[in-house]
């Protein structure tokens, strides 16, 4: 099992539409937890770390659920510019080490 | 700051030769990270310095790889003798903190593109 799971996509929505995106990861000792957001041949950036009661960053909603150890991404009012890849990422057993998920392709279409 | 800095951009070159794959962090930072990304494997984590000292290469997929870190400043990523199975992105990133601490942001390069014929 992948210590980071994604719905690869792509997710195909509407500018102005609601699209959320989820993740599991496998680490229950896993402490952090983050979106990264990578455009086409592009390197990752951070898009918003993930906290436990939940975190919200203009548009993008993060939620962390520990019991089911699962994360998940809400961004409403899509815009042309939010596509790209969606990166889940954890910080992996031995504490010091990012894992990334494969990543979850959205495309936002006037 | 000009960010992370990698060096070349892109690389083509041929089976059996040696590449070395060059990173400039952001000043400062004491953690350097190497992945490398492919479409079938995603980004993975080769190795990791902290001050300059290699703390997990658990990644690095063979004695073909090497990683050095002279100084606060520069790292080297060598493959030595290349396959075309090497050819994907190489990204070098650096952070202040490791991850799962503040300032745990990790600060990517643009990449090398390298393709091995």
């Known amino acids: 099992r992948k210590e980071v799971e994604q719905d690869p996509g792509p997710f195909n929505v509407p500018e102005g539409a609601t699209v959320a995106f989820n993740c599991t990861y496998s680490?229950?000792?896993?402490?952090?937890f983050f979106w990264y957001r990578q455009d086409c041949r592009k390197e990752p950036k951070l898009l918003m770390s993930v906290y436990s009661s939940g975190n919200e960053d203009g548009r993008f909603t993060a939620q962390l659920n520990r019991a089911s150890q699962y994360i998940s991404l809400l961004i409403r009012d899509s815009k042309l510019s939010d596509s790209a890849t969606y990166l889940c990422v954890v910080n992996g057993k031995y504490g010091n080490k990012l894992v990334f998920g494969a990543g979850t392709i959205l495309r936002v279409k006037s | 700051d000009a960010g992370v800095i990698q060096s070349p951009r892109h690389e083509v070159t041929e089976m059996g030769q040696e590449v070395t794959l060059r990173c400039k962090p952001i000043?400062?930072?004491?953690?350097l990270f190497w992945y490398r990304q492919t479409m079938m494997r995603g980004l993975e984590l080769l190795i990791y310095?902290?001050?300059?000292?290699?703390?997990?290469d658990s990644g690095m997929p063979e004695d073909r790889f090497s990683a050095k870190m002279p100084n606060a400043s520069f790292s080297t990523l060598k493959i030595q003798p290349s396959e075309p199975r090497d050819s994907a992105v190489y990204f070098c990133?650096?952070?202040?903190?490791?991850?799962?601490?503040?300032?745990?942001?990790?600060?990517f390069g643009p990449g090398t593109r390298l393709t091995v014929l």
């Open positions: 680490n229950s000792a896993s402490q952090s």
């Open positions: 310095f902290n001050n300059n000292v290699p703390i997990d």
């Open positions: 990133a650096s952070s202040l903190f490791p991850a799962g601490t503040g300032g745990h942001e990790q600060f």
């Open positions: 000043s400062g930072h004491d953690y």
